[in-house]
């Protein structure tokens, strides 16, 4: 059949699950609570899961360098250095920017994955988990970033 | 060998009216010799496909393909089967088999391009759904595959979009029905999406997704989880609107309101991660006894 339409394309590989995704909506809650650091995290052990290409990949990273900067700077700069009040917020926002890039690029493969018969992981260990670790680290961070300044 | 007209006719009958189980019945009193007919078993496999059986459709559809030889519709029939058991690489090669007897057939199209979309080929799907829709824009299947494209792509205005179109055009349909509902999920609309599982329920009784689908929306109607409805309809809205009214009281200095705010915002959070699972605990065994 000369029709490149009717030309198998499906590999074993191309399906192969491995240990199963969070719900992408999900990941808004450690990124509020944990802020942009554990947003890249969760988002990047997740696009693994989902096997996102390289591109998806990169504008995770570069949006979660961009906000955990960017909230560095602010805190620093504009707050001097408080991690409380304002700051909570700047942190809870820059959360949300990395979040909704992940959920952006991943919205899509999840449901591909539900459409396999996937069902998601559990969220609120892992999530309670970065939200406090990676929300100490990125208060080390700002802390150490304040003293540099 | 042809089967007896009236029985046939009888079993097509039961099937337009979505009565597998009595379709299979009727087939079972046909005499041995006539069971054999290429369409008793396609009979047989749409019948079993409706009801959500497919290792019994699989079965039947080989027995069938070694019994008349290669036929679009058993084909078609097992691509489905081996789709719905994750053997989507076996799937994909009988449903090809099937399109190079019958490249034209829309369903085998929307079928092949519904498998596309699984495996995230989304290029692909959409390029064989187009060709399907060229045959016959307003075949069900087609319908139903152009709503989970636009899903699988994350395009929900679109899917909905459809889906409206789907129901105008079939409004009993039960995938329309059922398809309605998925994309009110997504949407936040939960009453809508109860709605409209409870239709497809009642118009296809004998399926166990829309039964699930049915009860998984009714949960999300518990009192409990009513104060929720906002949160789901506007979804990432409601967090702008929440930490904008936080950082404005803040910047008007209003610092007990703000602290208010924000922490009814931290419990309305954690309840909205809490209570799903908590309430689905909470009634699966009264709601489903």
Not at chain 1, 40 to 56: D, E, F, K, Y
């Amino acid at each position: 059949m000369a029709d490149d339409l009717f030309t198998p394309t499906i590999t074993p590989a191309a399906y192969a699950e491995g240990r199963p995704p969070w719900r992408p909506g999900s990941l808004v809650y450690p990124a509020v609570f944990g802020g942009a650091l554990a947003a890249t995290v969760l988002a990047l052990v997740n696009a693994r899961r989902l096997r996102l290409p390289v591109g998806a990949v990169l504008a995770i990273v570069g949006t979660g360098l961009a906000a955990l900067v960017a909230r560095l700077a602010i805190t620093v700069v504009l707050l001097d250095g408080h991690t409380s009040g304002p700051a909570r917020l700047v942190g809870a926002l820059s959360g949300v920017l990395v979040w909704s890039v992940a959920n952006l690029t991943q919205k899509g493969r999840f449901r591909t994955y539900e459409m396999r018969g996937g069902q998601a992981a559990s969220l609120v260990l892992p999530g309670i988990a970065a939200a406090l670790g990676l929300g100490i680290v990125e208060a080390v961070l700002i802390v150490l970033a304040a003293a540099v300044r | 060998m042809t089967a007896p007209a009236d029985q046939l006719a009888r079993v097509v009958g039961l099937l337009e009216m979505n009565r597998p189980e009595q379709a299979l019945e009727e087939l079972a009193r046909l005499p041995g010799p006539v069971a054999t007919d290429p369409h008793v078993y396609r009979l047989r496999a749409v019948a079993l496909s409706t009801l959500d059986r497919w290792d019994e459709v699989a079965e039947v559809a080989r027995q069938g393909l070694a019994e008349v030889g290669p036929d679009a519709e058993l084909l078609g029939r097992l691509g489905l089967a081996l789709r719905s058991q994750g053997a989507f690489a076996p799937a994909e090669r009988a449903l090809l088999d099937a399109l190079a007897l019958e490249p034209q057939d829309p369903w085998l199209l929307c079928q092949y391009a519904d498998l596309c979309v699984t495996v995230g080929q989304t290029d692909k799907a959409s390029r064989l759904l187009a060709r399907a829709a060229e045959l016959a824009p307003e075949h069900p299947a087609v319908y139903a595959s152009r709503i989970q494209l636009a899903y699988a792509g994350g395009h929900d205005r679109a899917a909905e979009r459809v889906t409206r179109e789907f129901l105008g055009r079939y409004p009993e349909h039960p995938v329309a029905l059922a398809l309605h509902g998925g994309i009110a999920v997504e949407r936040g609309r939960i009453g809508d999406a109860h709605r409209s599982f409870g239709r497809a329920v009642a118009h296809d009784p004998d399926d166990p997704d829309y039964a699930e689908a049915a009860w998984e929306t009714r949960v999300y109607t518990h009192p409990l989880l009513l104060p929720l409805r906002p949160l789901y309809r506007l979804g990432i809205r409601m967090w702008l609107i929440a930490v904008g009214s936080i950082a404005v009281l803040n910047l008007a200095k209003l610092y007990v309101p703000a602290l208010v705010v924000a922490l009814a915002w931290l419990l309305y959070s954690l309840w909205s991660w809490i209570a799903p699972p908590l309430v689905r605990r909470l009634v699966r065994g009264r709601w489903r006894s």
